[in-house]
């Protein structure tokens, strides 16, 4: 009979287990980038115009008209599309949102809400780099 192999801990595994963890704690770093800019400012656009611009840090609920209606509600930086009479219901199932750069649309409406940063923001994404 054929002895096996006894299978070890060795020192290059411990090398190999820790470059594993740092592709990927590196691999989360430009999300996390982008996350941590706070929105300054909601932008309600209908049918690619700029229709309103408020600051994300206030609280307001307001009705956008078009073929249909959607209530919006801005809440000291969270925003959500909290009613509507649209057919598919997408933008209020979006929930609410948080981070630059996110958006809410509802397409049988014509209506796209972003949430936008204070800076300047970059042309290019922080995944694109």
Known sequence: ??????????????????????????????????????????EVWQNGVLTRQIPAMSQVTFDVSGDYTN??????????????DCPTQDCVHTGWISYTGQTIVCLPNGVEVRLTGGDAEPEIDGVSR
């Not at 209530?71 to 509507?84: C, L, M, N, Q, R």
């Open 1 to 42: 009979m054929a002895s096996s192999p006894i299978l070890r801990f060795r020192p290059a595994d411990a090398l190999v287990i820790l470059c594993i963890l740092l592709l990927a704690g590196a691999s989360l770093v430009p999300f996390l980038r982008n996350a941590a800019v706070e929105p300054a400012t909601v």
């Open 71 to 84: 209530a919006i509600t801005v809440d000291y930086g969270k925003v959500a599309v909290t009613h509507s």
